[in-house]
């Protein structure tokens, strides 16, 4: 039972939904609209696996000095005070909402939050002209065929590049819009009939490790 | 106890301040001011990295993780345990979210080792009801939509449009059909790429050239965005050097 | 001795710095090119402001990209705005809640003080929040949006709004918008088809060319691709006298240029260099 009536649940819980979606009605609307609450009801109390997972590791890292110890006490301390201004300002103060520019929380999160994630990724900029300089040669004629649209794209989405010749644009969107697309669908319906097997084999319990079984 | 906190942390700091430094005074509110250069050191620590790893970037990575981990505690308690589990059940007398709520809780059991079998079942269920939503609209909108999407070409809505536009919308239509074919065909393992089929795959290849060189071609200005929008903030909103 | 500077990654990194910092001290209007995507998302907000339909802007992107997609979230609520089409805002991507608030509230700041009362909350816009599972969610949506969302954010009931008198599903939507960072949008598509919304998707750059297959299907209207999308609406803002400046994706234009020139440089620098030492080889 431990490990055939999950299978069961996967399967019939899948079928019904599979029904749903192709038959209309009051029952498919009550079943959509029920699915939903519950749904999010249902990850608001499994987000405690999150929360565990997070104070665990660095938990332990602090009671054991692991290498670096010292930045998980950062870690913690920035979560506790995040968390605590967004229950100072909702709970104890007069703001509007949680986002009320004028309070703690939405300035912690627009002057530590936004620019520290945000650069985090911009970092990648220099990456990539790093690549372009070092890495991206036209070895074969298909690696030539790469960059040389490469290099059209580039110039025809910039402002220099209309500057240069006025039907860049033009150029690049023809590109675009046809072999591009022609590429990125063929992509698109192998991929979508990967998932599509990916899923029947899910429901009908041929893939069980989402349940930690083999 | 609000006004004194808002009384003491704006005020008198304030007052200091501009008597220590009164030719030095900044145009803006000095909190927003402090805020200002918070970010800006958080953003110089986070780019300190290209040049080599060191202990600032790596504070402001922590603290990175801390906040964001902090913030989304913060948003998933107002936004859906108070307004869809506290509210409706203490507040309107609404008892259906405690099945949910229990549902969730036996996932978390996951953690208990005798008892994380307890969790297969939640899981099974939103596993099964996640895929038997995903397969027929999946199905539908990347399969189904897309073969109709190549069939659809209006080549003699394109013509009409005269030269050279409309000959390129005509000679893009064959193009589309041709490359999605002969890219699929490349993506076709189970018969050896041989003959036909091989000569067909390596058409395919080219079109997955073009369109792979469209994409690195856009991922480079995505990147350099990213970038230049931080360098706009340091320039604009902390310096003003720029308007 | 280009060869050996361009092996150096710390040469190439502050080449970069240098070439992106620069030109926003330069003034230089080039005309920025608008492509047929972009115009056709800003005829259907255009069309739903005719059919007086409100628009769903979903705002699906967290601060890592926020330097492509707030100028397009902003533009798009600009239009939205001037052209007194309510928007409903929501967000699917829980990091990214408090910046599309901001996006919404700030917005509405700055119409209200050219014309004081211009923008309501309730009335002109709203602000539903973040929720978890969003394929149930835009399921549920399909059915009834006021019963898939109940309250806004702050916990005030849509039932007294007047944004959402008149409005069940995406029949009555004018034009629902994922502007993200991730996949969000093709499960939009997906999840959105039977109910045959009527979808635009504004996208970072990365993700931009796979949304074309789902346009030239019919599937969405049209997609924002990057911030050179971006600076393309903001241009058809301006042009259209919606707004009288270029916002922050215009700024980056002139960057985008002289670093896409760097780059180019980079690559056809490095590769004669390689064919160069090729041919010495042979």
């Known amino acids: 039972m431990k490990k055939r009536l999950p299978l069961i649940l996967a399967f019939v819980f899948g079928v019904i939904y599979v029904v749903q979606y192709y038959v209309p009605g009051f029952a498919s609307t009550w079943l959509a609209n029920k699915t939903s609450d519950w749904i999010i009801v249902m990850s608001f109390f499994i987000y405690p696996l999150a929360i565990y997972s997070f104070l665990y590791y660095h938990i332990i890292r602090i009671a054991k000095q692991a290498p670096k110890w010292q930045y998980s006490i950062i870690t913690l301390v920035c979560m506790i005070g995040m968390i605590f201004a967004g229950f100072y300002v909702e709970w104890g103060t007069n703001a509007k909402s949680l986002g009320d520019k004028d309070y703690v929380f939405q300035k912690l999160y627009d002057f530590l939050l936004v620019p520290l994630e945000a650069t985090m990724f911009s970092l990648l900029a220099f990456y990539i002209a790093s690549a372009a300089a070092r890495a991206f040669r036209a070895r074969n004629v298909e690696a030539t065929l790469l960059l040389i649209t490469a290099i059209i794209i580039m110039l025809s989405r910039v402002t220099i590049g209309q500057a240069m010749l006025a039907q860049l644009p033009a150029i690049g969107d023809w590109i675009l819009e046809w072999p591009n697309t022609a590429a990125r669908r063929a992509i698109l319906i192998g991929v979508g009939l990967g998932g599509a097997a990916t899923s029947l084999k899910i429901l009908l319990g041929i893939e069980r490790s989402y349940l930690g079984m083999r | ?243 | 001795m280009l060869a050996k500077l361009l092996q150096d990654s710390r040469t190439i990194y502050t080449v970069i710095l240098i070439v992106i910092i620069i030109p926003f001290m330069v003034t230089l209007k080039l005309p920025i090119p608008v492509p047929p995507p972009v115009r056709s998302v800003f005829n259907a907000v255009e069309e739903s402001h005719e059919r007086k339909q409100p628009i769903i802007i979903s705002f699906d992107f967290d601060p890592s990209v926020a330097g492509e997609c707030a100028p397009m979230a902003k533009a798009m609520v600009r239009h939205a705005f001037a052209t007194k089409t309510p928007v409903i805002g929501l967000t699917f991507l829980i990091n990214g809640a408090n910046l599309a608030q901001s996006i919404l509230d700030q917005t509405a700041k700055e119409f209200n003080e050219r014309e004081p009362g211009s923008i309501v909350y309730g009335k002109d816009y709203v602000w539903l929040g973040w929720k978890p599972q969003y394929d149930q969610v835009l399921v549920a949506m399909g059915h009834d949006i006021k019963r898939a969302f109940r309250t806004d954010s702050e916990n005030r009931s849509l039932n007294d709004m007047p944004i959402f008198k008149g409005v069940t599903n995406f029949d009555d939507i004018g034009l629902s918008t994922s502007i993200a960072g991730s996949a969000i949008p093709e499960d939009w598509i997906a999840y959105t088809m039977q109910y045959k919304a009527r979808l635009a998707v504004g996208t970072t750059a990365v993700s931009a060319t796979q949304y074309f297959p789902y346009m030239q299907a019919g599937q969405i209207v049209g997609v924002i691709p990057g911030a050179t999308g971006a600076a393309a609406y903001e241009r058809l803002l301006v042009d259209n006298k919606y707004w009288p400046e270029y916002g922050d994706a215009g700024a980056m234009a002139n960057t985008q240029s002289a670093t896409h020139i760097v780059i180019i440089l980079f690559i056809i620098i490095g590769n004669v260099v390689y064919f160069i030492r090729k041919s010495q080889r042979q």
């Open chain 2, 1 to 243: 106890m609000n006004s004194v906190i808002a009384a003491v942390s704006h005020t008198t700091f304030k007052e200091v301040l501009q008597r220590m430094f009164p030719k030095v005074w900044p145009l803006k509110e000095l909190s927003d001011q402090w805020w200002f250069v918070l970010a800006a050191i958080g953003t110089v620590a986070i780019v300190s990295y290209i040049y080599r790893e060191n202990v600032m970037f790596r504070i402001a990575e922590h603290v990175l993780i801390g906040v964001a981990f902090g913030y989304s505690f913060t948003v998933m308690y107002f936004n859906v345990g108070q307004n869809n589990f506290v509210n409706p059940v203490f507040k309107e007398g609404d008892l259906w979210p405690i099945v949910p709520a229990v549902l969730g809780l036996m996932a978390v059991l996951r953690i208990v080792p005798k008892l994380s079998w307890v969790s297969r079942y939640p899981m099974a269920m939103l596993i099964g009801l996640s895929m038997g939503m995903a397969l027929p609209r999946s199905l539908q909108s990347t399969v189904f939509a897309q073969v109709y999407g190549t069939t659809r070409i209006d080549f003699t809505g394109s013509i009409s449009q005269g030269w050279p536009w409309g000959v390129l919308a005509v000679v893009g239509g064959a193009v589309l059909i041709v490359g999605t074919l002969s890219a699929l065909m490349y993506f076709y393992f189970s018969m050896e790429h041989r003959g036909f089929v091989g000569g067909t795959a390596k058409v395919g290849i080219i079109f997955l050239m073009i369109g792979f060189g469209a994409s690195f071609g856009y991922t480079v200005q995505a990147r350099i965005s990213l970038f230049a929008a931080r360098v706009l903030f340091i320039l604009r909103d902390w310096l003003g050097i720029i308007t």
